[in-house]
């Protein structure tokens, strides 16, 4: 399917994450492990945030991201303390930059791993949920975009976890009331620059994997001589569909069926049960 990250903490540069670490978000492009695809090459994005209450800015674009030379030169430039990357392995829709991920509304970045299956046949009545008012700033084709705009729709603004709730419910409704089993398979990351929700879910309780870094006031005890780790100072935080490297202590799998609020410091796991 897809490989997302998504990063708060000390800025740091882009190039630290997509391109150094070993098993980087551009060598997953390639070489993913733990994927349901191993080469995602149907386009690329990220998205990032300035000084604050800046919009977001966004770079994307059609072709494999280890192809791409601009992306190397801006991922050296850009030093952000938020942000998202996406590598995307297409399914029922076209590779266009329409279609790359992270979406955008407003001050709010989206990113999906995974599928709204038999989408063809729900696109329509999914579609029609959205609010007239959204309807005219969906650009693209793929189901990880309705997913973002339904999301909005419930109340993403206002309460980010009970909107995704809401949204999956309705996607599953949709589902099996056109015969589709397992209608929904996710791991999604939302972001308005101040705080990042990441969930792990799927209709059919199989989700795609999903990490998040454990305490890096921990990771300086266990490392203290890592140079990676005193860069993002002790309260950085990495949610990802793959680890970055492989040391001990590092990373820890979120369950299936959760929800995890980053906000600062702060964070937070809680339940996800659509509804």
């Given at each position: 399917?897809?490989?997302?990250?998504?990063?708060?903490?000390?800025?740091?540069?882009?190039?630290?994450?997509?391109?150094?670490?070993?098993?980087?978000?551009?060598?997953?492009?390639?070489?993913?492990?733990?994927?349901?695809?191993?080469?995602?090459?149907?386009?690329?994005?990220?998205?990032?945030?300035?000084?604050?209450?800046?919009?977001?800015?966004?770079?994307?674009?059609?072709?494999?991201?280890?192809?791409?030379?601009?992306?190397?030169?801006?991922a050296r430039?850009?030093?952000?303390?938020?942000?998202?990357?996406?590598?995307?392995?297409?399914?029922?829709?076209?590779?266009?930059?329409?279609n790359?991920?992270?979406f955008?509304?407003?001050?709010?970045?989206?990113?999906?791993?995974?599928l709204?299956?038999?989408y063809?046949?729900?696109?329509?009545?999914?579609?029609?949920?959205?609010?007239?008012?959204?309807?005219a700033?969906?650009?693209?084709?793929?189901?990880?975009?309705?997913?973002?705009?339904?999301?909005?729709?419930?109340?993403?603004e206002?309460?980010?976890?009970?909107?995704?709730?809401r949204?999956?419910?309705?996607?599953?409704?949709?589902?099996?009331?056109?015969?589709v089993?397992?209608?929904?398979?996710?791991?999604?990351?939302?972001?308005?620059?101040?705080?990042?929700?990441?969930?792990?879910?799927?209709?059919?309780?199989?989700?795609?994997?999903?990490?998040?870094?454990?305490?890096f006031?921990?990771?300086?005890e266990?490392?203290?001589?890592?140079e990676?780790?005193?860069?993002?100072?002790?309260?950085?935080?990495?949610?990802?569909?793959?680890?970055?490297?492989?040391?001990?202590?590092?990373?820890?799998?979120?369950?299936?069926?959760?929800?995890?609020?980053?906000?600062g410091?702060?964070?937070?796991?809680?339940?996800f049960?659509?509804?």
């Open positions: 399917m897809c490989r997302w990250l998504a990063y708060t903490g000390n800025p740091l540069q882009l190039e630290t994450v997509l391109f150094r670490e070993k098993h980087s978000l551009i060598d997953q492009s390639l070489h993913s492990r733990m994927g349901a695809t191993t080469t995602n090459g149907d386009g690329f994005g990220v998205g990032w945030y300035g000084h604050l209450g800046d919009l977001p800015f966004r770079y994307r674009c059609a072709h494999p991201a280890w192809s791409d030379r601009n992306l190397r030169d801006a430039a850009i030093r952000t303390p938020l942000f998202v990357a996406h590598i995307r392995a297409a399914t029922d829709t076209p590779s266009q930059e329409t790359c991920h992270p955008r509304h407003g001050r709010w970045l989206f990113v999906h791993n995974g709204i299956r038999d063809p046949n729900v696109r329509r009545e999914l579609m029609l949920m959205v609010k007239p008012e959204l309807f700033s969906i650009e693209g084709s793929t189901d990880s975009e309705v997913m973002f705009f339904l999301a909005l729709t419930m109340g993403l206002q309460e980010p976890v009970p909107a995704l709730e949204m999956a419910a309705a996607i599953e409704e949709v589902g099996w009331r056109n015969g089993r397992f209608p929904l398979n996710m791991t999604v990351c939302a972001t308005d620059g101040d705080q990042i929700i990441a969930v792990r879910y799927s209709s059919e309780r199989e989700s795609r994997s999903l990490f998040h870094s454990t305490s006031r921990h990771l300086h266990l490392y203290p001589n890592d990676r780790i005193k860069a993002v100072g002790e309260d950085a935080y990495l949610v990802l569909s793959e680890p970055l490297v492989d040391l001990p202590g590092w990373w820890e799998e979120v369950p299936e069926s959760t929800a995890i609020v980053v906000r410091a702060a964070v937070y796991q809680r339940p049960a659509p509804h």
